[in-house]
C-alpha cells in the first residue's frame, strides 16, 4: 500500500496567524451576544418600569415575570463577565485607582 506525499506542515508564523484570526473572530461573536444580551436587559427594564406603573391586572403577573426573566439573564451573562482575569481590578489594592 503506497501512500502519496505528506502535507507540508504550516511555517510557525501562518499557525500563529491563523490562530490570531480564528480567536478574533471567537471575539467578535462574544462581542455580539453580550450587547444583544445587554439590550434585551435594557428593554427588559423600561417594560418592568411600565408593568409596575400600571394599575392593571396584568402588571402583577408580568412584573414579576419580567423581574424573574431579568434576574436569569443576568445569570446567564455572569460567567461571561468574569472570563478574563483581572477584568476588574478597581478598588482593589494595587490597582492604582
Known amino acids: 500500500m503506497a501512500e ?15 490562530i490570531l484570526a480564528e480567536v478574533g473572530s471567537e471575539i467578535r461573536w462574544l462581542h455580539e451576544r ?16 411600565a408593568a409596575m406603573s400600571s394599575d392593571g391586572a396584568w402588571a402583577r403577573v408580568v412584573a414579576p415575570v419580567l423581574a424573574l426573566l431579568g434576574l436569569v439573564l443576568a445569570a446567564v451573562a455572569w460567567p461571561g463577565c468574569g472570563a478574563r482575569p483581572g477584568w476588574c481590578t478597581c ?7
Do not use: C, D, K, W
Not at 434585551?40 to 417594560?47: D, K, N, S
Open 34 to 49: 453580550v450587547n444583544a444580551l445587554l439590550a434585551a436587559e435594557a428593554f427588559l427594564t423600561i417594560a418592568f418600569t
Open 91 to 97: 478598588g482593589r489594592p494595587g490597582s492604582g485607582r
Open 4 to 18: 502519496g506525499p505528506a502535507a507540508p506542515e504550516p511555517a510557525p508564523q501562518e499557525q500563529v496567524e491563523t
